[in-house]
């Protein structure tokens, strides 16, 4: 309930005029990002909640969102910039794609070399 007057207060001094950077370092409660006025950097949408996440789809460069509530609190994001995604040339992943690959194999033979290991065995478990 308090939390909700909060970011209600937040809000209203936002349309009053107030700078997000200013309203940030008043009203956050994230000790992190409130020091440096709500600046989270770029952040892509699979590394935040799926309720600013898809507030962040709608937002245009310099706009400030409404409200958000989530499943941890309230929340006011203002979109500063945007990056498009890069792809990756293949060459400077493929050592990486190689190394998961082999891992992921070797774990398969090292299960059904074990699996097979205790097939073979006779063991007795004594209480």
């Known amino acids: 309930k308090e939390a909700r007057k909060k970011i209600r207060r937040a809000y209203s001094a936002l349309k ?22 709500g600046d989270l950097g770029f952040i892509m949408k699979t590394q935040t909640l799926p309720e600013i996440a898809r507030t962040m789809k709608k937002l245009e460069v310099g706009e400030t969102s409404t409200v958000i509530e989530s499943s941890i609190g309230f929340h006011i994001i203002q979109l500063t910039g945007k990056k498009e ?7 400077k992943v493929k050592s990486e794609i ?30």
Do not use: C, M, P, W
């Open 16 to 37: 009053q005029g107030k700078t997000f950077v200013s309203v940030a370092k008043e009203f956050s409660e994230d000790s992190t990002t409130s020091e440096k006025g």
């Open 85 to 91: 995604s890069q792809a990756i040339a293949l060459d």
């Open 98 to 127: 190689l190394n998961h690959l082999l891992k992921i194999e070797t774990e398969k033979k090292l299960k059904s070399y074990l699996a097979g290991l205790r097939k073979k065995s006779a063991i007795k478990i004594f209480i």
